[in-house]
């Protein structure tokens, strides 16, 4: 999939530009506050129906404006165009792909997949286990059928839960939803613990590349003890859960432990370090997104040059180079990034919201 066409109205001080993207590499480039992280948030946005920086949708809007537009054309491997509409008021949205309209983030997400690596990005590693389980996820719910909807009920049945244990519902009510949860715990567990295991090799000739001398450890823990089944832990943590009001144990618990020479990455690596692994972890998911999906996502790379060093820089443009991705980079000034060696390149420059 790529992004052959973005005609933005109104999408943070991006008030009314319209421009097409090559297949390549597509570098956005511009002073401070020229816009050139909104441009590539707004591409991030019609994947997503939210932002990378902002959980506020006020923030995204123009300020002069009530309403932000976004007008895509995406085209598929087999270079079919897909139309892609989002109309964002401060109360309504609207999404339409294909003339059609789209009532379920998952399913514009499954037309057009984006992944994301900014500065902010380290906090996969620093931040709470959400921020790596939503890294597990996106991959999962990519390439693995029936995870969204496994997840789903999921979801459905632990609020359910917790709702009775916050209500003090008697225990043999509390516990009508284990079932349920149980098995689609194991589901999406399998699911996860699968895509993990195919990322690995991915991601480990990546690490071989960049911490040659390190040893750098993936571990993904489910969420309940390992050898029990979920049942018989809800069973076990009951009376905890019914004071606490929560269920603590079940794949809304999962993380991934990230070591890196027997120390957690979280402390015990410096903050350019956590970005070239975090950017790695990213590569590797877009690497097996490739193969297991047979087709490719969009990759954003806002601020390539923030923090990273000389060599680490040309490392991973070599990377990206190799990789048959339609790609977003982001630069202050254009000879920040060496392009040499790609065929197909696009530059845009950004000043003051527009695009010259
Ligand atoms: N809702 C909004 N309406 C209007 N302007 C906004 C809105 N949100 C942010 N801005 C402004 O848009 C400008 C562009 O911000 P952006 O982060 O895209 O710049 P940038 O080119 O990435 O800068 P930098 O090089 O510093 O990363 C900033 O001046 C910011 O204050
Ligand atoms: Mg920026």
Request: glycine share 4%; with cysteine.
């Amino acid at each position: 999939m790529q992004l052959s066409h973005l005609k933005i109205r109104d999408f943070r001080n991006l008030v009314d530009i319209e421009f097409e993207p090559c297949s390549g590499v597509n570098l956005v480039y511009g002073l401070n506050a020229s816009g050139k992280t909104s441009l590539l948030e707004s591409i991030y946005y019609l994947s997503h129906l939210r932002s990378f920086r902002t959980p506020y949708l006020s923030d995204l809007i123009n300020h002069h404006a009530s309403r932000l537009q976004l007008l895509a054309k995406a085209t598929d491997q087999l270079d079919n165009q897909i139309p892609i509409g989002i109309e964002r008021s401060k109360d309504s949205l609207e999404v339409r792909a294909n003339q059609k309209p789209i009532q379920r983030v998952a399913d514009i997400t499954a037309i057009f997949p984006v992944l994301a690596i900014h500065p902010d990005s380290y906090r996969l590693i620093t931040g709470s286990p959400g921020e790596r389980r939503a890294y597990i996820d996106w991959g999962v719910f990519h390439v693995e059928q029936g995870f969204f909807e496994a997840w789903q009920r999921y979801k459905k049945a632990l609020s359910q839960r917790n709702a009775a244990l916050r209500s003090g519902q008697k225990p043999s009510y509390c516990k009508l939803w284990d079932k349920e949860l149980e098995q689609s715990a194991n589901h999406i567990d399998l699911k996860r613990e699968k895509y993990i295991q195919d990322l690995y090799p991915f991601y480990l000739n990546l690490i071989e590349q960049f911490f040659p001398s390190q040893h750098v450890k993936l571990e993904y823990r489910r969420g309940w003890k390992k050898e029990e089944s979920l049942r018989t832990v809800l069973e076990q943590t009951f009376e905890r859960d019914l004071k606490r009001g929560m269920t603590q144990a079940g794949p809304h618990r999962a993380d991934l432990y990230i070591q890196v020479d027997g120390k957690s990455a979280q402390t015990g690596i410096s903050r350019g370090q956590q970005k070239v692994l975090v950017a790695l972890l990213k590569l590797a998911q877009v690497q097996q997104f490739s193969q297991s999906a047979a087709r490719h996502c969009i990759l954003l790379y806002d601020d390539l040059a923030a923090e990273l060093d000389k060599e680490h820089r040309k490392q991973i443009l070599s990377v990206l180079k190799s990789m048959p991705i339609q790609l977003f980079l982001s630069a202050i000034e254009p000879d920040q990034i060496d392009l040499q060696g790609w065929s197909d390149v696009r530059m845009f420059h950004v000043e003051q919201g527009n695009m010259n």
